[in-house]
């Protein structure tokens, strides 16, 4: 989708504030967050793909107002009640309560469970490899081909971002076969396709202003490219 | 989110409160298992095994080709199973720089959780159209004969500069290089500085 995810390149957002000694968590919430998104991960209440989609679909000015954790935050709780694990009003009204009064509702003490196995979901093995798979054919590119990418619009899930659309680049690498983020986020099963990762020259993305010498370097399905004539 | 609240920070703070307290009566989350999980970021703060691989790799040749042919086989030397890290390597003519325009994708098992200015929404925008005015925020200053590449974290792999061994550091140890190497310098915005000299 055509949202404001989807940044790369533009301009008004000022500099990078850059502070070497920030904390790890702003906040003891925060931490709760990363531990909640973990085990729902972990657990499959939710995939990758469709926690990507979750946080697109914040409205832009919710996205740009919130911070990471919040923007998580809102993703996790939208996924959770799409996905029938907890109730939208129950949420509601039990958010309310603890506005009220912090130990509305009294937390189970910390009990001393067995060792979490989840980590990441790039570490997880359960069940084979977390995103690659094999490949039903061969791959359609071979490393040095001339590519030009998609012009579409889609309205869901992609993870071709607009700045690298209808352009033509190199293919650098192949990078294997893994699973396809535009049917994942949207339930239509994994649809594993091969990865190429593909070089723009800065000129082509950006126009004569771009450093003539500079490139950028994208991971691309292979649905999102097609064939092109040298140029 | 939370807008249309007076107190944000109160607002959120609630929110998370009674979305752990109905996943801890729904047995989702395990009493205890925040802190559980969590502390694996803390303690094991910062670029830890990216950092030991680059010292690895600056004191071995062999090392550095397998990291940049290999990164699965070489990190496995560190007891880390991760085959999803493509390492880019700085050269006098070349200088990487790693982003995640579309979201803030960031190799975590090599460096530990992101710093907000990877995620903002200024660093994901300008990384890709204007690196080397980026840079030059960040105190980095590219001759314009060396090519920036940025690597636009776009799929389930992730990127990691190994950056140049600094002049001078010739007679130190691979012990002595790993406190050296920042996560700022894996990412690509500083480069590795040799220690001050004593003295």
Sequence with gaps: MN????LGGMHGFGGVEHDPREPLFHADWE??????????????LYNLDELRHSIERMSPDEYLNATYYERWLAAIDRLLIEKGVIDAAELERRAAAFQDDPQAFPTPPSATPGETEFVHPALDRRRGHPFRREASAPPRFAIGDTVLTKHWQPAGHTRLARYVRGKRGRVHRHQGCFVFPDANAHGRGEEPDHVYNVRFEAEELWGESAAHRDAVYVDLWESYIEPAAAG | MGKNHPNVEEYVVSRVRALESLLLEKGVLAPGAVDQLVSRYENDTGPMVGARAVAKAWTDPDYKRLLLDDSAAALA??????????????????HNLVVCTLCSCYPWPVLGLPPSWYKSPAYRARSVIEPRALLREFGLEIPEQREVRVWDSSAELRYMVLPQRPAGTEHLTEEALLPLITRDALVGVAPVKAPATVG
């Design chain 1, 3 to 6: 949202g404001i995810h989807d």
């Design chain 1, 31 to 44: 931490r709760t967050v990363l531990a909640v998104q973990l085990t729902a991960l972990g657990q499959r």
């Design chain 2, 77 to 94: 030397q560190f007891d880390l199973k991760y085959d999803l890290l493509v390492v880019v390597e700085n050269t006098d003519d070349v």
